[in-house]
Nanobody
């Protein structure tokens, strides 16, 4: 399974970005999908998860501002990020779970200027 994340960039505080992550490869059945982020000098943290059935959870720090969604047919997962803050600056990674295996994307950088 290969993951390709995109959509990062430079945005001013209060702005919006939409991250996308495409999964490809041989036949596979994706269960959960998630977005993580890692800010400079900090550990990687969970941002949001979504099950195959669409049940979503978001970290307290992004609730009300970010929204994870997925398209099972297209094997995509998205992260809509609104009202971005400088503390959201990080490399964002997508992750999928296939059976008991985890696969990670390469990361996409989000920079929020004040």
């Amino acid at each position: 399974v290969q993951l390709q994340a995109s959509g990062g960039g430079l945005v001013q505080a209060g702005g919006s970005l939409r991250l996308s992550c495409a999964a490809s490869g041989s036949k596979f059945y994706v269960n959960d999908r998630a977005w993580y982020r890692q800010a400079p000098g900090k550990e990687r943290e969970l941002v949001a998860t979504i099950t195959r059935g669409g049940n979503a959870r978001h970290a307290d720090s992004v609730k009300g501002r970010f929204a994870i969604s997925r398209d099972n047919f297209k094997n995509m997962v998205y992260l809509q990020m609104n009202n971005l803050k400088p503390e959201d600056t990080a490399v964002y990674y997508c992750k999928v779970v296939v059976g008991s295996d985890e696969y990670w994307g390469q990361g996409t950088l989000v920079t929020v200027s004040s």
